[in-house]
C-alpha cells in the first residue's frame, strides 16, 4: 500500500528519497495513520516543492488547472446524478433543466480539461476514438428511430464516456491497469448491472417505461472516478496547452 502510495510524490523527490524512505517503511508494519501522513505529505511535497538538485523547478500553478477542472467536473457529474436518485416526486419542474445544465456542463468540462502536449503520444488512439464516435452518430441519424440505431446511440455514449475517462487517466499518469480497473469500475460494471437488473423486472412482468429514479445510482461511480482522477492530475501537475512542459529532472553526477 505504502509503496503504490509513493508515486504521488513528485519524481525529483523520488529519485533523492524513495529508496530511503522505503527502506524505513519496510522495517515495520504501516497503520493508518502512516497511509493519511504519506497522502498528505505528497500533497504537501507538490504544493510546496523545494530544489532537490539544481535544475529543479517549481510546477507552475497552471499545471494545476486541468486537474481542478477534472475535479470539478466529477462533482457537477455526481451531484446531478444524486439529485436524480433522490428527487422527490415525478415534477422535475425548474429542477429538472438544472441538472440538465449541471450534467451537460459537466461533460464540457471534461473535454476542456483533457487538451495537452501529452496527446500527441496518443493522437493515433484519439482519431480512431473519434472516427468511431463519428460513425455511430451518423449511423443514428441513417437508420432513424429503429434498434440500429438504438444499439449505435448506446454505442456512442460509451464511446464517449470511456475515451475521455481513459484520456484523462492517461493524463493523470495512471498506469494501463490502473486504466482498465477504473474503466471497468466507473463505466462496464454499472452498465451490466443495469441490464442485469432491467433483465430481472422484465422477467418479473413490470414496466421497463416506467421511471425508475434510483437506476441514476449506476452513473455515480462515473462521476466519482473523475474526482480521483482529478485529484491525482492536481496532485502531480499536468502542463496545458499553452505551457511549456514540466522540465524532466536530472539526477546530480557525483564529480
Same mark, same amino acid.
Given at each position: 500500500?505504502?509503496?503504490?502510495?509513493?508515486?504521488?510524490?513528485?519524481?525529483?523527490?523520488?529519485?533523492?528519497?524513495?529508496?530511503?524512505?522505503?527502506?524505513?517503511?519496510?522495517?515495520?508494519? #504501516?497503520?493508518?495513520?502512516?497511509v493519511a501522513d504519506v497522502v498528505r505529505?505528497?500533497?504537501?511535497?507538490?504544493?510546496?516543492?523545494?530544489?532537490?538538485?539544481?535544475?529543479?523547478?517549481?510546477?507552475?500553478?497552471?499545471?494545476?488547472?486541468?486537474?481542478? *477542472?477534472?475535479?470539478?467536473?466529477? *462533482?457537477?457529474?455526481?451531484?446531478?446524478?444524486?439529485?436524480?436518485?433522490?428527487?422527490?416526486?415525478?415534477?422535475?419542474?425548474?429542477?429538472?433543466?438544472?441538472?440538465?445544465?449541471?450534467?451537460?456542463?459537466?461533460?464540457?468540462?471534461?473535454?476542456?480539461?483533457?487538451?495537452?502536449?501529452?496527446?500527441?503520444?496518443?493522437?493515433?488512439?484519439?482519431?480512431?476514438?473519434?472516427?468511431?464516435?463519428?460513425?455511430?452518430?451518423?449511423?443514428?441519424?441513417?437508420?432513424?428511430?429503429?434498434?440500429?440505431?438504438?444499439?449505435?446511440?448506446?454505442?456512442?455514449?460509451?464511446?464517449?464516456?470511456?475515451?475521455?475517462?481513459?484520456?484523462?487517466?492517461?493524463?493523470?499518469?495512471?498506469?494501463?491497469?490502473?486504466?482498465?480497473?477504473?474503466?471497468?469500475?466507473?463505466?462496464?460494471?454499472?452498465?451490466?448491472?443495469?441490464?442485469?437488473?432491467?433483465?430481472?423486472?422484465?422477467?418479473?412482468?413490470?414496466?421497463?417505461?416506467?421511471?425508475? #429514479?434510483?437506476?441514476? *445510482?449506476?452513473?455515480? #461511480?462515473?462521476?466519482?472516478?473523475?474526482?480521483?482522477?482529478?485529484?491525482?492530475?492536481?496532485?502531480?501537475?499536468?502542463?496545458?496547452?499553452?505551457?511549456?512542459?514540466?522540465?524532466?529532472?536530472? #539526477?546530480?553526477?557525483?564529480?
Open positions: 500500500m505504502i509503496r503504490t502510495l509513493v508515486r504521488l510524490y513528485p519524481r525529483p523527490w523520488r529519485d533523492r528519497y524513495e529508496e530511503e524512505f522505503l527502506a524505513l517503511v519496510d522495517e515495520r508494519t #504501516p497503520t493508518a495513520r502512516d505529505g505528497a500533497l504537501d511535497a507538490h504544493l510546496h516543492p523545494q530544489a532537490v538538485s539544481a535544475g529543479t523547478e517549481i510546477t507552475p500553478w497552471t499545471h494545476r488547472l486541468p486537474g481542478l *477542472l477534472a475535479m470539478s467536473a466529477g *462533482l457537477l457529474w455526481s451531484a446531478g446524478t444524486l439529485f436524480i436518485a433522490f428527487r422527490s416526486g415525478p415534477d422535475w419542474g425548474d429542477a429538472g433543466s438544472a441538472v440538465g445544465t449541471a450534467v451537460g456542463t459537466a461533460a464540457m468540462i471534461m473535454l476542456i480539461c483533457l487538451p495537452g502536449d501529452y496527446l500527441a503520444d496518443h493522437r493515433r488512439r484519439v482519431a480512431l476514438g473519434v472516427g468511431a464516435f463519428g460513425a455511430c452518430v451518423v449511423g443514428v441519424y441513417a437508420f432513424g428511430w429503429s434498434t440500429q440505431a438504438l444499439v449505435l446511440g448506446i454505442g456512442a455514449w460509451l464511446l464517449a464516456l470511456c475515451g475521455l475517462l481513459v484520456m484523462a487517466a492517461i493524463r493523470a499518469g495512471i498506469a494501463p491497469v490502473g486504466r482498465w480497473l477504473l474503466l471497468a469500475g466507473a463505466v462496464l460494471l454499472p452498465l451490466l448491472v443495469g441490464l442485469a437488473v432491467n433483465l430481472l423486472r422484465h422477467r418479473a412482468g413490470a414496466d421497463l417505461g416506467q421511471d425508475d #429514479p434510483t437506476a441514476a *445510482l449506476l452513473a455515480l #461511480p462515473y462521476g466519482l472516478a473523475w474526482l480521483v482522477v482529478g485529484l491525482r492530475m492536481t496532485v502531480r501537475g499536468s502542463p496545458t496547452i499553452v505551457d511549456p512542459p514540466i522540465p524532466a529532472f536530472a #539526477p546530480e553526477v557525483p564529480a
